[in-house]
């Protein structure tokens, strides 16, 4: 079947008429009028019938022409995607709620150029989805976080996965906490320090290490004590630590740019267990320009973190 006597068949639909058809077509009407011809003796089938205004799909044709444009459709959307000298460049991640991770994503698409076509997905998870996501291919590249002394289930995850994980940053948490808290001048802070105030916690980041009976027992015994606020977007909590100087949070440090946007500031956590943040992607995966300009800016803001934080 000629795609041309497709769209042949399409434009006098559209038009409803042989005549106005060819003129549009840029070819004689007895052309045109033979090509719908022998379209119709390919596919069995009388795809218009003649009204008194011209002619009109039969109760097949519409049929077939519905098909007919979709094919066209496709064909037009494969030819695009693949005509030489496209530049269409893709980045699908799949990263912690870490606020760092999303200034750097910011940072980066501060510097993109625009001219090129592309296609960029953030989204923000835990550990086990981001595995799950890279590891389906819904995302080429991500991060995850878990503490140090999950290091080992992890790497078993990945590994049964067929992924594997490159060290970004090994970091001790720190309090963050409004500028006016009345921590807020203490140069270093202690677990002890803080119980009594509000600590927001990222509400749907459990860790998916399945937990023994009495450390599960434990940990919810210790989260009853406190006063715990579940927040599920990083945003919010960010803007409720500034709204409420009673409250802090144990996170991983922020770029000195969100401190001062939020009025925040942030301090050493005495005896924190250390945390590590690992890049995971296929095995034999080779980063795409994009890709890697993205890597190359998370690693310039945690270095600047770092730098500024000491941790």
Known sequence: MNLTHLKYAVEVEKTGSITKAADNLFMGQPNLSKAIKELEQQVGIAIFRRTSRG???????EEFLAYAKAILEQIEEMEAIYRPGRERSSLHLCIPRASYLSYAFAQFIRKVDFQKEMDVTLRESNATDAIAGVA???????????????????????????????LLWEFAPVVLLSAEHPLAGQAQLCQEQLEGYIELVHGDLENARPMALADARRAQAERQEKKVVSVYERGSQLELLAAVPQAYMLCSPLPAAMLSRYGLVQRPCLGAERYQDVFIFP????????????????????QEIAQAAQV
């Open 55 to 61: 002619v009109a799909p039969t109760r097949k044709g």
């Open 136 to 166: 389906e291919g819904e995302s080429a590249l991500g991060v995850i976080r878990y503490a140090l002394s999950q290091q080992a289930f992890y790497a078993k995850q990945l590994e049964e996965k067929g992924l594997e994980g490159e």
């Open 283 to 302: 095995r034999g995966f080779r980063p795409t320009e994009l890709e890697q300009a993205f890597l190359e800016q998370v690693v310039a803001v945690r």
